[in-house]
Protein backbone atom coordinates (compact mmCIF):
# COMPACT_ATOMS: atom_id res chain seq x y z
CA UNK A 1 0.00 0.00 0.00
CA UNK A 2 1.19 3.85 -1.18
CA UNK A 3 0.58 6.48 1.06
CA UNK A 4 1.63 10.33 1.10
CA UNK A 5 2.12 12.00 4.50
CA UNK A 6 2.37 15.61 4.57
CA UNK A 7 4.72 17.17 7.59
CA UNK A 8 4.30 20.79 8.07
CA UNK A 9 7.71 23.04 9.40
CA UNK A 10 7.85 22.36 12.76
CA UNK A 11 10.21 23.00 15.64
CA UNK A 12 11.18 20.31 18.15
CA UNK A 13 8.28 21.80 20.83
CA UNK A 14 5.67 21.51 18.62
CA UNK A 15 2.02 19.06 19.25
CA UNK A 16 1.07 18.58 15.67
CA UNK A 17 -2.30 17.36 14.86
CA UNK A 18 -3.05 14.99 12.18
CA UNK A 19 -5.71 15.46 9.47
CA UNK A 20 -6.73 13.09 7.19
CA UNK A 21 -7.78 13.28 3.54
CA UNK A 22 -10.04 10.33 1.72
CA UNK A 23 -10.27 10.77 -2.42
CA UNK A 24 -12.82 9.79 -4.00
CA UNK A 25 -13.04 7.15 -7.52
CA UNK A 26 -10.35 6.96 -9.50
CA UNK A 27 -8.26 8.45 -7.29
CA UNK A 28 -4.75 7.50 -5.65
CA UNK A 29 -3.14 9.55 -2.71
CA UNK A 30 -1.13 11.61 -5.94
CA UNK A 31 -4.52 13.72 -6.75
CA UNK A 32 -4.79 15.43 -3.59
CA UNK A 33 -1.17 15.83 -2.90
CA UNK A 34 -0.41 17.24 -6.49
CA UNK A 35 -4.34 19.43 -7.04
CA UNK A 36 -5.53 19.97 -3.74
CA UNK A 37 -3.53 23.35 -2.58
CA UNK A 38 -3.57 22.74 1.14
CA UNK A 39 0.17 22.81 2.10
CA UNK A 40 0.17 26.35 2.29
CA UNK A 41 -2.61 26.24 4.99
CA UNK A 42 -1.08 23.06 6.53
CA UNK A 43 2.34 24.98 6.77
CA UNK A 44 0.95 27.92 8.72
CA UNK A 45 -1.51 25.96 10.64
CA UNK A 46 1.38 23.34 11.74
CA UNK A 47 -0.53 20.11 10.81
CA UNK A 48 -0.11 16.80 9.72
CA UNK A 49 -1.94 15.43 6.52
CA UNK A 50 -2.21 11.83 5.76
CA UNK A 51 -3.47 10.60 2.17
CA UNK A 52 -4.40 7.38 2.28
CA UNK A 53 -4.51 5.42 -1.79
CA UNK A 54 -8.40 4.53 -2.25
CA UNK A 55 -8.26 0.98 -2.63
CA UNK A 56 -5.47 -1.78 -2.42
CA UNK A 57 -3.80 -2.10 -5.55
CA UNK A 58 -1.58 -4.87 -7.67
CA UNK A 59 -2.03 -7.37 -10.56
CA UNK A 60 -2.85 -9.97 -8.04
CA UNK A 61 -5.86 -7.51 -6.20
CA UNK A 62 -9.26 -8.37 -7.72
CA UNK A 63 -10.73 -5.74 -9.78
CA UNK A 64 -13.54 -4.30 -12.16
CA UNK A 65 -13.72 -3.00 -15.83
CA UNK A 66 -15.98 -0.55 -13.93
CA UNK A 67 -13.80 2.68 -12.82
CA UNK A 68 -16.44 3.04 -9.78
CA UNK A 69 -16.24 -0.58 -8.57
CA UNK A 70 -13.01 -2.50 -7.35
CA UNK A 71 -9.39 -0.77 -7.89
CA UNK A 72 -9.90 2.72 -6.79
CA UNK A 73 -13.46 2.47 -5.65
CA UNK A 74 -13.15 0.56 -2.25
CA UNK A 75 -15.83 2.73 -0.68
CA UNK A 76 -13.74 2.59 2.68
CA UNK A 77 -16.11 -0.52 3.98
CA UNK A 78 -14.82 -4.41 4.84
CA UNK A 79 -15.76 -6.06 2.01
CA UNK A 80 -17.38 -9.35 2.89
CA UNK A 81 -18.08 -10.83 0.09
CA UNK A 82 -16.02 -12.94 -2.82
CA UNK A 83 -13.85 -11.82 -4.62
CA UNK A 84 -13.34 -8.88 -2.57
CA UNK A 85 -13.24 -10.09 1.32
CA UNK A 86 -10.06 -11.01 1.43
CA UNK A 87 -8.06 -7.64 0.09
CA UNK A 88 -10.75 -5.21 0.53
CA UNK A 89 -10.29 -4.23 4.31
CA UNK A 90 -9.72 -0.59 3.46
CA UNK A 91 -12.07 0.75 7.36
CA UNK A 92 -9.53 -1.15 8.84
CA UNK A 93 -6.32 -0.90 6.95
CA UNK A 94 -7.69 3.19 7.77
CA UNK A 95 -8.58 2.71 10.96
CA UNK A 96 -6.10 0.54 12.77
CA UNK A 97 -2.91 -0.21 10.20
CA UNK A 98 -2.17 2.90 8.69
CA UNK A 99 -3.55 4.94 11.71
CA UNK A 100 -0.40 3.41 13.69
CA UNK A 101 2.30 4.01 10.87
CA UNK A 102 0.51 7.85 10.38
CA UNK A 103 1.13 8.12 14.54
CA UNK A 104 4.68 6.65 14.50
CA UNK A 105 5.54 8.69 11.45
CA UNK A 106 4.64 12.30 12.41
CA UNK A 107 7.31 13.72 14.60
CA UNK A 108 5.62 15.60 18.09
CA UNK A 109 1.87 13.93 17.32
CA UNK A 110 -0.31 15.45 19.49
CA UNK A 111 -2.78 12.61 19.54
CA UNK A 112 -5.74 14.79 18.01
CA UNK A 113 -7.21 13.94 14.61
CA UNK A 114 -9.95 15.39 12.12
CA UNK A 115 -10.54 13.68 8.75
CA UNK A 116 -11.50 15.21 5.11
CA UNK A 117 -13.12 13.97 2.15
CA UNK A 118 -14.16 14.36 -1.13
CA UNK A 119 -16.79 12.15 -3.26
CA UNK A 120 -17.06 8.72 -2.32
CA UNK A 121 -13.75 9.84 0.02
CA UNK A 122 -16.19 12.25 1.95
CA UNK A 123 -18.75 9.51 2.34
CA UNK A 124 -15.65 7.61 3.74
CA UNK A 125 -14.78 10.77 5.90
CA UNK A 126 -18.41 10.59 7.69
CA UNK A 127 -18.94 7.49 7.82
CA UNK A 128 -15.14 7.08 9.26
CA UNK A 129 -15.74 10.27 11.49
CA UNK A 130 -18.97 9.10 13.00
CA UNK A 131 -18.36 5.63 13.85
CA UNK A 132 -15.41 7.07 15.75
CA UNK A 133 -16.54 9.95 17.10
CA UNK A 134 -14.88 10.13 20.19
CA UNK A 135 -11.22 9.75 18.23
CA UNK A 136 -11.97 12.50 15.52
CA UNK A 137 -12.46 16.02 16.36
CA UNK A 138 -14.11 17.01 13.81
CA UNK A 139 -15.40 15.65 9.75
CA UNK A 140 -15.71 17.61 6.79
CA UNK A 141 -16.48 16.61 3.41
CA UNK A 142 -16.03 18.20 -0.23
CA UNK A 143 -19.60 16.96 -2.80
CA UNK A 144 -19.93 13.87 -0.37
CA UNK A 145 -22.07 10.59 -1.60
CA UNK A 146 -24.04 11.30 1.76
CA UNK A 147 -26.81 8.26 1.90
CA UNK A 148 -24.90 5.89 -0.42
CA UNK A 149 -27.12 3.21 0.33
CA UNK A 150 -29.67 5.03 -1.72
CA UNK A 151 -28.02 6.45 -4.35
CA UNK A 152 -26.54 4.38 -7.71
CA UNK A 153 -22.63 4.21 -7.03
CA UNK A 154 -23.62 3.38 -3.39
CA UNK A 155 -26.37 0.55 -4.48
CA UNK A 156 -23.70 -1.13 -6.46
CA UNK A 157 -20.27 -0.70 -4.47
CA UNK A 158 -22.33 -2.22 -1.26
CA UNK A 159 -23.90 -5.24 -3.41
CA UNK A 160 -20.95 -6.03 -4.37
CA UNK A 161 -18.80 -5.72 -0.95
CA UNK A 162 -21.08 -6.58 1.66
CA UNK A 163 -23.77 -8.69 -0.39
CA UNK A 164 -27.96 -8.10 -1.43
CA UNK A 165 -28.82 -8.09 2.17
CA UNK A 166 -29.00 -4.39 2.94
CA UNK A 167 -29.35 -4.50 6.07
CA UNK A 168 -25.52 -5.32 6.21
CA UNK A 169 -25.88 -2.06 4.74
CA UNK A 170 -26.48 0.48 7.43
CA UNK A 171 -23.19 0.36 9.71
CA UNK A 172 -21.47 1.80 6.65
CA UNK A 173 -24.24 4.59 5.79
CA UNK A 174 -23.61 7.86 6.81
CA UNK A 175 -26.89 8.88 6.81
CA UNK A 176 -28.04 5.64 9.27
CA UNK A 177 -25.40 6.40 11.16
CA UNK A 178 -25.89 10.44 11.90
CA UNK A 179 -29.63 9.12 12.41
CA UNK A 180 -29.04 6.80 15.73
CA UNK A 181 -26.50 9.54 16.83
CA UNK A 182 -26.57 12.27 19.84
CA UNK A 183 -23.61 13.96 19.90
CA UNK A 184 -21.39 14.07 16.95
CA UNK A 185 -17.91 16.09 16.03
CA UNK A 186 -18.75 18.89 14.27
CA UNK A 187 -19.66 19.00 10.78
CA UNK A 188 -18.38 21.06 7.14
CA UNK A 189 -19.91 19.81 4.13
CA UNK A 190 -19.14 22.06 0.75
CA UNK A 191 -21.14 21.40 -1.88
CA UNK A 192 -21.06 23.15 -5.75
CA UNK A 193 -24.03 23.60 -7.26
CA UNK A 194 -22.75 23.19 -10.61
CA UNK A 195 -21.44 19.47 -9.75
CA UNK A 196 -22.81 17.45 -12.35
CA UNK A 197 -23.33 14.50 -9.80
CA UNK A 198 -25.02 16.18 -7.19
CA UNK A 199 -28.40 15.50 -8.38
CA UNK A 200 -28.32 11.97 -8.61
CA UNK A 201 -25.11 10.64 -6.49
CA UNK A 202 -24.74 13.51 -3.89
CA UNK A 203 -28.74 14.60 -2.90
CA UNK A 204 -28.39 15.93 0.75
CA UNK A 205 -31.93 16.06 2.11
CA UNK A 206 -32.39 12.51 3.85
CA UNK A 207 -29.14 13.22 5.53
CA UNK A 208 -29.84 16.52 6.70
CA UNK A 209 -33.00 15.33 8.09
CA UNK A 210 -31.52 12.51 9.49
CA UNK A 211 -29.24 15.73 10.91
CA UNK A 212 -31.06 17.87 12.24
CA UNK A 213 -30.39 19.81 15.49
CA UNK A 214 -26.64 18.60 15.63
CA UNK A 215 -23.44 20.49 14.29
CA UNK A 216 -23.93 20.30 10.45
CA UNK A 217 -22.97 22.78 8.54
CA UNK A 218 -24.11 22.68 4.71
CA UNK A 219 -22.49 25.08 2.32
CA UNK A 220 -23.58 25.45 -1.15
CA UNK A 221 -21.40 27.41 -3.66
CA UNK A 222 -22.71 28.42 -6.79
CA UNK A 223 -21.30 27.95 -9.99
CA UNK A 224 -18.57 25.24 -8.44
CA UNK A 225 -18.19 21.83 -9.60
CA UNK A 226 -17.04 18.32 -8.63
CA UNK A 227 -12.91 19.09 -9.54
CA UNK A 228 -10.01 19.75 -7.38
CA UNK A 229 -10.54 23.17 -8.45
CA UNK A 230 -13.31 23.70 -6.36
CA UNK A 231 -11.41 21.78 -3.33
CA UNK A 232 -8.15 24.16 -3.54
CA UNK A 233 -10.36 26.76 -3.06
CA UNK A 234 -11.77 26.00 -0.42
CA UNK A 235 -9.86 23.85 1.26
CA UNK A 236 -7.87 26.75 3.43
CA UNK A 237 -11.69 26.99 4.68
CA UNK A 238 -11.70 23.42 6.02
CA UNK A 239 -8.43 23.14 7.52
CA UNK A 240 -9.20 26.37 9.17
CA UNK A 241 -12.26 24.74 10.44
CA UNK A 242 -10.38 21.57 11.41
CA UNK A 243 -7.74 23.51 13.45
CA UNK A 244 -10.30 25.26 15.64
CA UNK A 245 -11.28 21.86 16.95
CA UNK A 246 -7.76 20.22 16.75
CA UNK A 247 -6.68 23.36 19.12
CA UNK A 248 -9.18 23.22 21.85
CA UNK B 1 -4.14 24.77 -30.43
CA UNK B 2 -6.07 24.40 -27.24
CA UNK B 3 -5.25 26.88 -24.53
CA UNK B 4 -5.93 28.19 -20.98
CA UNK B 5 -7.00 31.69 -19.46
CA UNK B 6 -7.97 32.02 -15.63
CA UNK B 7 -9.93 35.61 -15.33
CA UNK B 8 -9.97 36.82 -11.60
CA UNK B 9 -13.69 37.57 -9.90
CA UNK B 10 -13.03 41.85 -10.76
CA UNK B 11 -15.87 44.72 -11.67
CA UNK B 12 -16.35 46.09 -14.61
CA UNK B 13 -14.11 49.20 -13.42
CA UNK B 14 -11.31 47.04 -12.64
CA UNK B 15 -8.37 46.99 -15.18
CA UNK B 16 -7.01 43.91 -15.64
CA UNK B 17 -2.71 43.06 -16.19
CA UNK B 18 -2.40 39.82 -17.82
CA UNK B 19 0.81 37.87 -16.66
CA UNK B 20 1.35 34.80 -19.26
CA UNK B 21 3.04 31.21 -17.94
CA UNK B 22 4.59 28.91 -20.27
CA UNK B 23 5.51 25.70 -19.24
CA UNK B 24 8.13 23.21 -19.42
CA UNK B 25 9.49 19.95 -21.48
CA UNK B 26 6.07 17.53 -21.86
CA UNK B 27 3.84 20.06 -20.43
CA UNK B 28 0.10 21.04 -22.13
CA UNK B 29 -2.02 23.83 -20.61
CA UNK B 30 -3.07 21.43 -18.20
CA UNK B 31 -0.11 21.15 -15.80
CA UNK B 32 0.08 25.03 -14.32
CA UNK B 33 -3.87 25.65 -14.00
CA UNK B 34 -4.07 22.41 -11.97
CA UNK B 35 -0.79 22.01 -10.22
CA UNK B 36 0.41 26.12 -10.08
CA UNK B 37 -1.79 26.57 -7.15
CA UNK B 38 -2.08 30.24 -8.84
CA UNK B 39 -5.22 31.11 -8.48
CA UNK B 40 -5.71 32.18 -5.03
CA UNK B 41 -3.12 35.16 -5.89
CA UNK B 42 -4.24 36.13 -9.31
CA UNK B 43 -7.64 36.55 -7.73
CA UNK B 44 -6.46 38.51 -4.69
CA UNK B 45 -4.21 40.93 -7.18
CA UNK B 46 -6.68 40.74 -10.01
CA UNK B 47 -4.91 39.42 -12.96
CA UNK B 48 -5.26 37.33 -15.66
CA UNK B 49 -3.50 34.27 -16.56
CA UNK B 50 -2.57 33.00 -20.17
CA UNK B 51 -1.19 29.46 -20.29
CA UNK B 52 -0.34 28.46 -23.72
CA UNK B 53 0.26 24.78 -24.99
CA UNK B 54 4.33 23.77 -25.06
CA UNK B 55 4.14 22.96 -29.48
CA UNK B 56 1.67 22.24 -31.61
CA UNK B 57 -0.53 19.02 -31.64
CA UNK B 58 -2.06 16.70 -33.79
CA UNK B 59 -1.38 13.14 -35.75
CA UNK B 60 -0.37 15.46 -38.82
CA UNK B 61 1.81 17.44 -36.73
CA UNK B 62 5.99 16.24 -36.71
CA UNK B 63 6.85 14.97 -33.58
CA UNK B 64 10.00 12.71 -32.73
CA UNK B 65 10.17 9.62 -30.65
CA UNK B 66 12.24 11.46 -27.84
CA UNK B 67 10.43 13.66 -25.29
CA UNK B 68 12.32 16.63 -24.99
CA UNK B 69 11.71 17.27 -28.76
CA UNK B 70 8.64 17.34 -30.87
CA UNK B 71 5.34 17.69 -29.65
CA UNK B 72 5.27 19.06 -25.98
CA UNK B 73 9.05 20.52 -26.81
CA UNK B 74 8.71 23.26 -28.62
CA UNK B 75 11.47 25.46 -27.00
CA UNK B 76 9.02 28.45 -28.04
CA UNK B 77 11.47 29.32 -31.33
CA UNK B 78 9.91 29.24 -34.85
CA UNK B 79 12.05 26.16 -36.70
CA UNK B 80 13.55 26.75 -39.40
CA UNK B 81 14.47 23.38 -40.46
CA UNK B 82 12.64 20.10 -41.87
CA UNK B 83 10.62 19.12 -40.95
CA UNK B 84 9.25 21.56 -38.19
CA UNK B 85 9.26 24.56 -40.37
CA UNK B 86 5.99 24.44 -41.14
CA UNK B 87 3.94 24.08 -38.12
CA UNK B 88 6.56 24.47 -35.21
CA UNK B 89 6.10 28.81 -34.96
CA UNK B 90 5.51 29.21 -31.43
CA UNK B 91 7.26 32.29 -30.80
CA UNK B 92 5.06 34.17 -33.65
CA UNK B 93 2.16 32.28 -32.35
CA UNK B 94 2.55 33.24 -28.99
CA UNK B 95 3.60 36.75 -29.45
CA UNK B 96 1.10 37.59 -32.11
CA UNK B 97 -1.62 35.56 -32.81
CA UNK B 98 -2.40 34.40 -29.50
CA UNK B 99 -1.93 37.42 -27.91
CA UNK B 100 -4.67 39.07 -29.91
CA UNK B 101 -6.99 36.30 -28.84
CA UNK B 102 -6.13 36.75 -24.92
CA UNK B 103 -6.16 40.83 -25.09
CA UNK B 104 -9.52 40.29 -26.78
CA UNK B 105 -10.42 37.68 -23.85
CA UNK B 106 -9.62 39.79 -21.06
CA UNK B 107 -12.66 42.09 -19.63
CA UNK B 108 -10.99 45.14 -18.99
CA UNK B 109 -7.78 44.48 -20.10
CA UNK B 110 -5.52 47.01 -18.82
CA UNK B 111 -2.80 47.09 -21.73
CA UNK B 112 -0.26 45.92 -19.17
CA UNK B 113 1.71 42.16 -19.80
CA UNK B 114 4.24 40.15 -17.37
CA UNK B 115 5.73 37.41 -18.98
CA UNK B 116 6.23 33.64 -16.24
CA UNK B 117 8.07 29.38 -17.31
CA UNK B 118 9.20 26.98 -15.98
CA UNK B 119 12.23 24.98 -16.80
CA UNK B 120 11.95 25.45 -20.99
CA UNK B 121 9.14 27.71 -20.34
CA UNK B 122 11.17 29.30 -17.91
CA UNK B 123 14.21 29.96 -20.74
CA UNK B 124 11.22 31.13 -22.93
CA UNK B 125 9.79 33.59 -20.56
CA UNK B 126 13.16 34.84 -20.57
CA UNK B 127 13.57 34.67 -24.05
CA UNK B 128 10.36 36.44 -25.41
CA UNK B 129 10.61 38.85 -22.67
CA UNK B 130 13.97 39.98 -23.62
CA UNK B 131 13.22 40.07 -27.32
CA UNK B 132 10.23 42.42 -26.61
CA UNK B 133 11.53 44.39 -23.59
CA UNK B 134 9.39 47.13 -24.28
CA UNK B 135 6.20 45.12 -24.04
CA UNK B 136 6.41 43.21 -20.83
CA UNK B 137 6.81 45.01 -17.64
CA UNK B 138 8.70 41.96 -15.71
CA UNK B 139 10.03 38.57 -16.53
CA UNK B 140 10.28 35.62 -14.40
CA UNK B 141 11.11 32.27 -14.51
CA UNK B 142 11.22 28.80 -11.86
CA UNK B 143 14.28 26.44 -12.82
CA UNK B 144 15.31 28.16 -16.29
CA UNK B 145 17.03 27.08 -18.98
CA UNK B 146 19.25 29.69 -19.28
CA UNK B 147 21.93 29.16 -21.59
CA UNK B 148 19.92 26.73 -24.40
CA UNK B 149 23.14 27.09 -26.75
CA UNK B 150 25.48 25.15 -24.65
CA UNK B 151 23.29 22.30 -22.63
CA UNK B 152 22.43 19.12 -24.11
CA UNK B 153 18.43 19.60 -24.26
CA UNK B 154 19.36 23.43 -25.69
CA UNK B 155 21.98 21.77 -28.39
CA UNK B 156 19.64 19.27 -29.55
CA UNK B 157 16.40 20.93 -30.16
CA UNK B 158 18.12 24.00 -31.67
CA UNK B 159 19.94 21.85 -33.90
CA UNK B 160 16.88 20.44 -34.86
CA UNK B 161 14.19 23.18 -35.17
CA UNK B 162 17.16 25.73 -36.66
CA UNK B 163 19.24 23.60 -38.05
CA UNK B 164 23.85 23.10 -37.26
CA UNK B 165 24.82 26.90 -38.05
CA UNK B 166 25.16 28.15 -34.66
CA UNK B 167 25.40 31.51 -35.73
CA UNK B 168 21.25 31.55 -36.09
CA UNK B 169 21.23 29.86 -32.18
CA UNK B 170 22.08 33.21 -30.43
CA UNK B 171 18.86 35.41 -31.47
CA UNK B 172 16.62 32.56 -29.15
CA UNK B 173 19.37 32.26 -26.61
CA UNK B 174 18.32 34.29 -23.45
CA UNK B 175 22.36 34.48 -22.19
CA UNK B 176 23.20 36.21 -25.68
CA UNK B 177 20.04 38.40 -25.89
CA UNK B 178 21.00 40.03 -22.07
CA UNK B 179 24.50 40.19 -22.95
CA UNK B 180 23.62 43.07 -25.61
CA UNK B 181 20.97 45.09 -23.52
CA UNK B 182 21.38 47.64 -21.75
CA UNK B 183 18.11 48.12 -20.46
CA UNK B 184 15.68 44.84 -19.75
CA UNK B 185 12.41 44.55 -17.47
CA UNK B 186 12.99 43.55 -14.15
CA UNK B 187 13.88 40.07 -13.55
CA UNK B 188 13.24 37.46 -10.75
CA UNK B 189 14.67 34.08 -11.40
CA UNK B 190 13.63 30.74 -8.60
CA UNK B 191 15.81 27.60 -8.62
CA UNK B 192 15.92 24.78 -6.41
CA UNK B 193 19.06 23.29 -5.26
CA UNK B 194 17.70 19.51 -4.96
CA UNK B 195 16.46 19.97 -8.64
CA UNK B 196 18.28 17.36 -10.87
CA UNK B 197 18.65 19.28 -13.97
CA UNK B 198 20.71 22.12 -12.00
CA UNK B 199 23.79 20.89 -12.83
CA UNK B 200 23.80 20.05 -16.17
CA UNK B 201 20.55 21.52 -18.02
CA UNK B 202 20.00 24.44 -16.13
CA UNK B 203 23.70 26.18 -15.00
CA UNK B 204 23.35 30.13 -14.46
CA UNK B 205 26.95 31.20 -14.62
CA UNK B 206 26.89 32.15 -17.61
CA UNK B 207 23.71 34.23 -17.78
CA UNK B 208 24.48 36.16 -14.18
CA UNK B 209 28.02 36.79 -15.78
CA UNK B 210 26.14 38.45 -18.65
CA UNK B 211 23.70 40.08 -16.36
CA UNK B 212 25.53 42.01 -14.43
CA UNK B 213 24.47 44.88 -13.47
CA UNK B 214 21.36 44.23 -14.24
CA UNK B 215 18.07 44.19 -12.37
CA UNK B 216 18.33 40.19 -11.89
CA UNK B 217 17.41 38.27 -8.93
CA UNK B 218 18.43 35.05 -8.70
CA UNK B 219 16.68 33.01 -5.74
CA UNK B 220 18.46 29.73 -5.07
CA UNK B 221 16.05 27.64 -2.37
CA UNK B 222 17.81 25.16 -0.66
CA UNK B 223 16.16 21.54 -1.14
CA UNK B 224 13.44 22.01 -4.00
CA UNK B 225 13.28 20.38 -6.60
CA UNK B 226 11.88 20.21 -10.42
CA UNK B 227 8.68 19.96 -9.74
CA UNK B 228 5.26 21.78 -9.55
CA UNK B 229 5.60 21.45 -6.06
CA UNK B 230 8.28 23.99 -5.82
CA UNK B 231 6.19 26.10 -8.32
CA UNK B 232 3.18 25.95 -6.11
CA UNK B 233 5.03 27.38 -2.46
CA UNK B 234 6.93 30.54 -4.60
CA UNK B 235 3.96 31.24 -7.30
CA UNK B 236 2.86 33.70 -4.53
CA UNK B 237 6.01 35.52 -4.93
CA UNK B 238 6.66 35.65 -7.80
CA UNK B 239 2.81 37.32 -9.00
CA UNK B 240 3.33 39.84 -6.04
CA UNK B 241 6.71 40.99 -7.75
CA UNK B 242 4.98 41.00 -11.15
CA UNK B 243 2.31 42.83 -9.95
CA UNK B 244 4.18 45.48 -8.33
CA UNK B 245 5.97 46.41 -11.84
CA UNK B 246 2.25 46.20 -13.73
CA UNK B 247 0.50 48.61 -11.06
CA UNK B 248 3.02 50.74 -12.18
Redesign the interface.
Known amino acids: MIFSLYLPPAEIEDAIPLIWWLSGLTCTDDNFS??G?F??YAAKHKVAIAIPDTSPRGDNIPDSNDWDLGQGASFYVDATQEPWAENYHMYTYITQELTQIMHDLVPGYSGKESIIGHSMGGHGALMIGLKNSNRFSSISAFAPILNPIQVPWGIKAFNAYLGSEESTWHEWDATSLIKQMDQIPPILITQGTADTFYDVQLQEDAFMKAAQNKPVQYDKKDGYDHS??TI??FIGQHIAFHVEQLNK
Open positions: QKGQEYFST
